[in-house]
């Protein structure tokens, strides 16, 4: 139970708004005031869960299976297993509002055992639902509603473990319930890493990152999961399913392919073969200014257009860039730095600096010191040639140590009645520009309607060849007592104009419930098919993960045969 | 009709032994006398066909939609589209043993046409065989035995052009009936390039890469075929599918690679969007002589091991370096002018050059020229470090120059009675050596079996991170009365040996009628029944492409329904 039942991240910490005396006045005047009292977090032993529905002989069973300590009913666990981390997640859990929690949880500790716990759950009509963090934001992990039957959620913490590093091919076999610091401490006392850093990495793991087609922040020299994974051994309700680690082949449609992004429906991914590279011996992350979100663009595209692998490429939009500004510390902080650096800048050319306008690009390169500075002699022309404003690397650097933080602010707003989430997207670099504004346009509008004033900001990641991915952040005064359908309201508006703007459904959130009603008009009644097809084939009878990705229409709301 | 009926290539052009006097000595005294008459090619008026079961209402259909001169029964036409150019098929077309050539061919000119030719078939009952340059060498176009009704062949040679070209997403839209110099001519005149140079370039299509995971000869800075495609149209029988353009996502499994690899299973291949580069401004091919195969694969995975993204690296084996030594033309050719300096380094060592141990090792980068100079900076010391010769530039550009070529050759070694076939796959790093030398013993053994002398060659390339493919040549006189089950047994112990140790079952040949026998075993009984889903959802009258990838046992000996 690595996370808050309520919230994000370790029990100790937050999301600390004094120490940013900036940041809060101006996103409140940005907001206005409260609409009502914020709904305060419930007591966890207050929580109403329906009772559990697995037999004294079943838990007996599990328990022959997993060990006695391996398979528990106990209320905080299932309190804790019944949501993952979106906004909805927290809404719920923080009024208490669970009526569908697992009804067992389980912790299997091997491949033998996540098997056989499947096998036992077919047998016994269970529907189960493969667990790792907990962090999903689109309803990976909870009980659809409508369901009758035992739910059982794996929990796959106690695979924890790096079976075997190849130094010679360069990959590692790893548990998948393994998180992801104790992933790169294992590797790295080996001086290896994996490379995959997602906001969520403390608190997600391998098999989770598999399962939802994740990317980490270096993704554009890493790879997204789907580039790192070679192999894969998946416990189906058909029995093991290994995929062979092979560099490449011909040999039909890939089932590598198959089972990355099955979300729980195909089976449980038990173990992974991932490529693993050296600990960079220099990591040189710098700022720029850029002189509008356009022209930011058109640098990132051409950074990208020459032989460079930048770890990370990030551009903010103007009011992400501002937000990112006013979340500056005390001065003389490495923020404060170089808004004087910027502003010497400005001076010498005789303008005035506009941070309205002005937009922070980030760059990145990792690798041995002479490949990253030869790499950053190519880069620095290209920045300056589309009047890029260097920063230096002490913004790289604070950007970099507190990656991880900002989930934590969810909970920080949440207490002050804000609605906050975010959303992601990607297209091709054509496109990046109009699909931004069309988005930015429907979350504005959307959100405006309930008669709230919109704060809406957004940055470029994950750069590919041929494109990149959009990050969203939307906000607006919770409307009390409608938070949800608020919510629910804007997160529509946004995924119908990027589906129907040449925008991916998800770059890297996945789909779960939440994204499940736009499938068929993503992928077409064929690509539905052709899905459903697949699960038929893997789980014939329907128990694995049900509603997600493909719907409840794609299933049966009990499990066939049953 | 691009190709020779008969065999590969220009019907004008073959591969002249007299302009490399030293090769066929060389390779006759390996192989010992010719065991008997070799076949000669029969006369294609002589070749005897099962008479055309298209109706004549139905061939009146078939104009209807392609136009009258876009379908045909003619007897060339049919036997031209009967077979690959497998060793094989060779045998079998040169002896006119054609028992089920296609019924009629369709040369459709739009995606709509061809839906509406399968459409036609769904109605009729007929099997479809979609055909890009014929090519294949796994039996991939092939009318099956067995099977009853008529057969149409979907030729897309007029599917041909470059739809489109986005300079800022780059990226291109292109039909998939298109010739590799076709392709890159229309790409050329705009500065791009797809970067895509399989061995069949010339006479291969942009449709059939995609169908079969095609790797090109400069894989390792393009990629496979599979990294380029990221978009598709395909005319399915269940009509119309698109996978939309996206650089990155995480939407579920992934669609693109259901249909990458399909083998024509799931429907045809229309159109696809493709990365496309600009054209390099430099291309810098070198040798290198390497002291063993195993130093040399350890050099090659330490050039991955860096920020290198070498277009080629191919290592030989001894008994290639030795055949590639021979095929050197008149003394004073390149070739002659790199054996000089070779002779030369090593008289300044006081030792003899021993070109049977030593491995020739190719290297090639392009690119920018800075690019293509640092990244020699960097490659030189490693390679020096592993001992490697340096042979200069010439030998680089002399392999580039003829890496068409070879293909040529099988037909002018069939006319004097050898067997010659080749089989590749892929495995990693760690697995390479011991696997090139399983593979090598099989082949070895499965030929002398027949109390021939073996002759087995092979090459390493394709890198990547975590592995590389091993090419292989195997040769032997034939037996007279029994080439192709002499042939069998020889493909049969190497795949055999091949799949139980750790190798991909084709890197890029694809799996066709001839590798079907081995896919349960390779990919599982789970991903056989994956596939056969995959099958069903898309085509359920099972009228695309029978007895390919999944064998026969998959698929109803006729189409469901009718």
């Known amino acids: 139970m690595a996370m808050k039942w309520w919230g994000w991240g ?68 299932r309190v804790h297993h019944s949501y993952g981390k979106s906004y909805r997640d927290l809404v719920r859990i923080r009024r208490g509002h669970v009526p569908h929690a697992p009804d067992a949880v389980v912790y299997p500790r091997s491949h033998d055992e996540v098997q056989a716990v499947l096998d036992c759950a077919r047998e016994a009509g269970w529907r189960v639902i493969p667990f790792g963090g907990g962090t999903s934001v689109v309803g990976g992990v909870e009980v659809p509603p409508g369901q009758v ?62 399962a939802t087609r994740s990317a980490g922040q270096q993704s554009s020299k890493y790879g997204k999961i789907e580039e790192m994974v070679v192999g894969l051994r998946l416990a189906t309700p058909k029995g093991t399913f290994d995929v062979r ?4 082949q011909a ?20 173990e992974a073969t991932v490529k ?13 200014l850029m002189p509008s979100f ?10 990208l257009r020459q032989e460079l692998r930048p770890a990370t490429v990030r551009l903010s939009d103007r009011q992400e860039t501002e937000l990112f500004f006013k979340m500056r510390e005390e001065p003389g902080s490495p923020v404060e730095a170089f808004v004087q650096q910027a502003g010497k800048w400005v001076l010498t050319r005789g303008g005035s600096i506009d941070f309205e306008g002005r937009c922070l690009l980030l760059v990145g390169f990792e690798g041995e010191a002479s490949a990253v500075v030869s790499q950053w002699e190519v880069a620095r022309p290209i920045l300056k040639r589309h009047d890029g404003l260097s920063l230096g690397a002490s913004i790289g650097r604070s950007w970099f140590r507190s990656r991880f933080d900002l989930p934590y602010l969810r909970d920080t707003l949440l207490d002050r009645g804000v609605m906050v989430d975010t959303l992601e997207t990607a ?62 309201e804007a997160k529509r508006a946004a995924t119908d104009c990027l589906v129907r703007n040449g925008g991916a459904l998800s770059h890297h959130h996945a789909i779960g419930l939440d994204h499940a009603p736009w499938m068929r008009e993503y ?40």
């Open 427 to 488: 297209t091709e670099w054509a496109n990046l520009h109009d699909l931004y504004q069309a988005v930015d346009g429907a979350l504005k509008e959307a959100i405006a309607k309930n008669g709230v004033a919109p704060f809406v900001m957004c940055h470029v990641s994950h750069v590919y060849h041929d494109g990149a991915s959009l990050y969203f952040t939307f906000a607006g005064r919770q409307t009390p007592g409608r938070e949800l359908e608020q919510w629910a």
């Open 149 to 210: 039957g035992v739910f059982v959620t794996l929990d796959m913490a106690r695979m924890d473990r790096v079976v075997a590093i190849d130094r010679e091919s360069g990959t590692a076999t790893i548990q998948a319930g393994v998180f992801g610091p104790a992933l790169e401490e294992q590797l790295g006392r080996e001086g290896y890493t994996l490379g995959h850093f997602p906001q969520s990495f403390e608190f997600s793991t391998l098999g989770g990152w598999i």
């Open 245 to 248: 680690p092979i560099p490449a």
């Open 251 to 270: 040999t039909g449609p890939s089932l590598k392919e198959l089972v990355v992004g099955s979300e729980g429906l195909l089976g449980v991914i038990t």
């Open 294 to 303: 356009e022209v930011g663009i058109r640098a990132m595209r051409d950074l």
């Open 10 to 77: 370790q029990p100790d910490k937050g999301y600390a708004l004094d120490r940013k005396p900036l940041f809060w006045p101006f996103l409140e005047r940005r907001l206005g005031p409260a609409l009502g009292e914020a709904a305060p977090v419930m007591e966890l032993a207050a929580i109403a869960l329906p009772p559990s529905r697995l037999s004294a002989e079943h838990h007996k069973a599990l328990s022959a299976i997993v060990g006695a300590d391996g398979v528990t009913t106990d209320h905080a666990e």
């Open 523 to 562: 992928v077409g009644s064929i690509g539905i098919e052709a899905l459903a097809a697949l699960k038929e084939a893997f789980d014939p009878t329907g128990y694995m993960n049900p509603g997600k990705l493909l719907g409840p229409s794609a299933q049966a709301s009990t499990p066939k045969g049953v």
């Open 276 to 288: 693993v590279h050296r600990v960079p011996a220099v990591r040189d992350y710098r700022g720029y």
